[in-house]
């Protein structure tokens, strides 16, 4: 009778997997969207600060409209104001020692309202003949010349944001139902090896392309002396919580396909003996390890 050599096997215990998943999909850098600036008042371009492909600091007089219609209006105003509350001062305090009736007292408190609402805005009209950038950034157009008439909320020039690219990446609809989970964004581009830079998510679109995936934008900030471009080449990696569903670790060594299949033998030390069990495979781990999702 043939001898029963028994097999000596290894095993290992099953652990519990808690780390984070993560998937990394190509994208490209691309300038943040430009910004057009418009003068809150029109008249004419009286001149330009500055000129195309100039950097410009926030607060910085780009353009001005010419102000002397503007001063002039003011001044006028300011004049009415000024006899306006006087006039509504000593109605006040004649009605404060009871000389006049409640009704005169009503349409001097009134007028004053009033009078300074027009003040006000008159004096806002006057200041918004400059036209500051919103940002630092790079002048990219310009709309109008000097001298040139424009009308209020019209574009006049517009401008770059320096602070900060948009990366774009194409997710397919099995990430787009995760959202919840994403974590963290960062990316790796082609030109600068080894070096991780975070994102920020900025949107997802909510209308699939043609094929089926959904636009991503997500914020690059620059980061000093390191020369990112726009057109540049990332690898842009999202790290998710894995859902509830339970996630195991098993040496990459348990694993066999059969069929097609991945399975592993699982030992039960009550017969000592080993079964065979189909696994769903999540992803393979640089330790050499794999997590098991079924």
Known sequence: ??????????????????????????GKIKAASDVQLAFRVAGPILRFNAEVGEFVKKGEVLAEIDPRDYEIQLSAT????NQVKEEAG???ELYNRGSVPVNDYDKAVAGVKQITAKYNAHKNALAD?????????????????????????????????SNYFDVDIDIPSSDFVRQDLFKSFSCAIDVFPGQV???????????????????MRLRLKPVPGVDIAAG?????TIEYN??????????LSAMFEENGESAVWVYNPKTQTVT?????????LKTGELIVSE
Do not use: W
């Open 1 to 26: 009778p043939g001898l029963e050599i028994s097999q000596l096997v290894k095993t290992a215990e099953v652990q519990k997997y808690d780390g984070e998943c993560s998937t990394t999909y190509p």
């Open 78 to 81: 300011e004049a009415e104001y």
């Open 90 to 92: 000593r109605v006040i």
């Open 129 to 161: 003949t400059r036209l500051t950038a919103p940002f630092d950034g790079y002048i990219q157009k310009k709309y109008y010349d000097s001298h040139e008439t424009v009308a209020a909320g019209y574009p006049v020039v517009s401008m770059i944001n």
């Open 197 to 215: 830079f975070p994102l920020e998510l900025i949107e997802i679109t909510r209308k699939a392309n043609l094929n089926q995936l959904y636009r």
């Open 232 to 236: 540049m080449s990332v690898n842009v």
């Open 242 to 251: 894995p859902n509830e569903e339970a996630l195991t670790v098993v040496p």
């Open 276 to 284: 065979k069990r189909v696994i769903q495979l999540k992803k393979l």
